[in-house]
């Protein structure tokens, strides 16, 4: 199963990007599906996941009120919309799987004991001021 990001790209301080991550197969039972960014010499850094199977969502507390979570069950693809971008944001955002859930689907990192075994490649979000 392969993982692969896109929708990247350069903006302007107050715009918008919605990123897709497609997965080329699928996987076995329940899992989740996170959005991680690296933004220039710093760490990667969680951004917001959601349950594939109960489409619970969970943000960093810095974000929920920009970025929205969303999956296209059907296309097998999660998306992540971001509003009100700021230079802050630049960063190439990734896309990975834990195959962990907590009970209800409850995608929260702490559920992640397996760590995460499945990341796709990067797509480069550059916001401008």
């Known amino acids: 199963v392969q993982l692969q990001a896109s929708g990247g790209g350069s903006v302007q301080a107050g715009g918008s990007l919605r990123l897709s991550c497609v997965a080329s197969g699928h996987f076995p039972g329940s899992y989740a599906v996170g959005w991680f960014r690296q933004p220039p010499g710093k760490e990667r850094e969680f951004v917001a996941a959601?349950?594939?199977?109960?489409?619970?969502?969970y943000y960093t507390e810095s974000r929920q009120d920009r970025f929205t979570i969303s999956r296209d069950s059907a296309k097998n693809i999660v998306y992540l919309q971001m509003n009100n971008l700021g230079p802050e944001d630049t960063a190439n955002y990734f896309c990975?799987?834990?195959?962990?859930?907590?009970?209800?689907?409850?995608?929260?990192?702490?559920?992640?004991?397996?760590?995460?075994?499945?990341w796709g490649k990067g797509t480069q979000v550059t916001v401008s001021s």
């Open positions: 990975a799987v834990s195959l962990d859930v907590g009970s209800y689907g409850d995608c929260r990192p702490i559920y992640w004991t397996g760590g995460m075994p499945y």
């Open positions: 959601i349950g594939w199977k109960s489409a619970n969502t």
